[in-house]
């Protein structure tokens, strides 16, 4: 797979935040189709970074009520990457 494939976007919330600065750890949203080993060379190629671990979860889509019925929301694979303690990702 093409590493601009891979990793759909970067997450920034306040704890992915808060890892990234503490423990040089980056969550992104990925594809669902991806390794941890396509995803550990997706953000070596990108950002120029060496990944030491990568751990993925996914997050099951659930059901919504709108006022015209139900729809079902799909689901999401999220990784989070650790990288080497010299290294940095600037994400803004």
């Known amino acids: 797979m093409i590493a601009t494939q891979v990793i759909r976007r970067p997450l920034v919330?306040?704890?992915?935040?808060?890892?990234?600065?503490?423990?040089?750890?980056?969550?992104?949203?990925?594809?669902?189709?991806a390794t941890k080993v396509d995803i550990r060379k997706a953000v070596e190629e990108l950002y120029g970074v060496r990944v030491l671990k990568v751990a993925t979860r996914v997050r099951k889509?659930?059901?919504?009520?709108?006022?015209?019925?139900v729809?079902?929301?799909g689901s999401v694979k999220h990784a989070i990457v650790r990288i080497h303690s010299e290294d940095r990702i600037e994400l803004f």
Request: glycine share 10%; proline share 0%.
């Open 13 to 33: 919330t306040e704890k992915a935040t808060h890892a990234s600065s503490e423990l040089q750890r980056y969550a992104f949203e990925v594809d669902g189709r």
């Open 61 to 69: 889509g659930h059901a919504r009520r709108l006022k015209y019925g």
């Open 71 to 73: 729809i079902q929301t």
